[in-house]
T-cell receptor, first 113, second 112 residues
Framework: ETGVTQSPTHLIKTRGQQVTLRCSSQSGHNTVSWYQQALGQGPQFIFQYYREEENGRGNFPPRFSGLQFPNYSSELNVNALELDDSALYLC????????????FGPGTRLTVT | AQRVTQPEKLLSVFKGAPVELKCNYSYSGSPELFWYVQYSRQRLQLLLRHISRESIKGFTADLNKGETSFHLKKPFAQEEDSAMYYCALSGLGGTSYGKLTFGQGTILTVHP
């Protein structure tokens, strides 16, 4: 079992609200990538943080924002929640940018009503 | 734009039968291709990557650049292979390096 953890496990929010999801990277990992997985779909890349700086962003609006802390843990913030934001949010940490060294967390299930 | 297509959402085979999960991709540049697997109640995990050219749990996948395909194969399926399988790609360099584009996934069910 890897050391990537995510919190909370699941939560329910109302349309228009804001939410913060958290990811603790595995020890020694300085890169965190976030993905959104809608029901029945594959994960979709949101953005990546490398050594506290954003290092690439997928096709998501600015109301999706993130942060990486000095200990390399990370947050994903979503403002003005919409029904379509309901999904499983995955984070993956790695010791660098190489994909084959990315380890995924268990995910946070977000439901927007 | 880069894209990964898995044409089969569901695939059922019997134990001992060969299995092939299809994956096609489009990418302008040099991609790195991967197969990920998610067993029931477990995390998404890397199964294999084309660069390593290895066999994992009896699975192999060959990158065919002419057909832009990266099909996953196993000659004799086992019940424990039942899982969700995702094909994914990343750029070998440039801005796509380190970021994965996933297909929609194929649910493989191996019947006894």
């Amino acid at each position: 079992e890897t050391g990537v953890t995510q919190s909370p496990t699941h939560l329910i929010k109302t349309r228009g609200q804001q939410v913060t999801l958290r990811c603790s990277s595995q020890s020694g990992h300085n890169t965190v990538s976030w993905y959104q997985q809608a029901l029945g779909q594959g994960p979709q890349f949101i953005f990546q943080y490398y050594r506290e700086e954003e290092n690439g962003r997928g096709n998501f609006p600015p109301r999706f924002s993130g942060l990486q802390f000095p200990n390399y843990s990370s947050e994903l913030n979503v403002n003005a929640l919409e029904l379509d934001d309901s999904a499983l949010y995955l984070c993956a940490s790695s010791p660098g940018l190489a994909v084959n060294e990315q380890y995924f967390g268990p995910g946070t299930r977000l439901t927007v009503t | 734009a880069q894209r990964v297509t898995q044409p089969e959402k569901l695939l059922s085979v019997f134990k001992g039968a060969p299995v092939e999960l299809k994956c096609n991709y489009s990418y302008s540049g040099s991609p790195e291709l991967f197969w990920y697997v998610q067993y029931s109640r477990q995390r998404l995990q890397l199964l294999l990557r084309h660069i390593s050219r290895e066999s994992i749990k009896g699975f192999t996948a060959d990158l065919n650049k002419g057909e832009t395909s990266f099909h996953l194969k196993k000659p004799f399926a086992q019940e424990e292979d039942s899982a969700m399988y995702y094909c994914a790609l990343s750029g070998l360099g440039g801005t796509s390096y380190g970021k994965l584009t996933f297909g929609q996934g194929t649910i493989l069910t191996v019947h006894p």
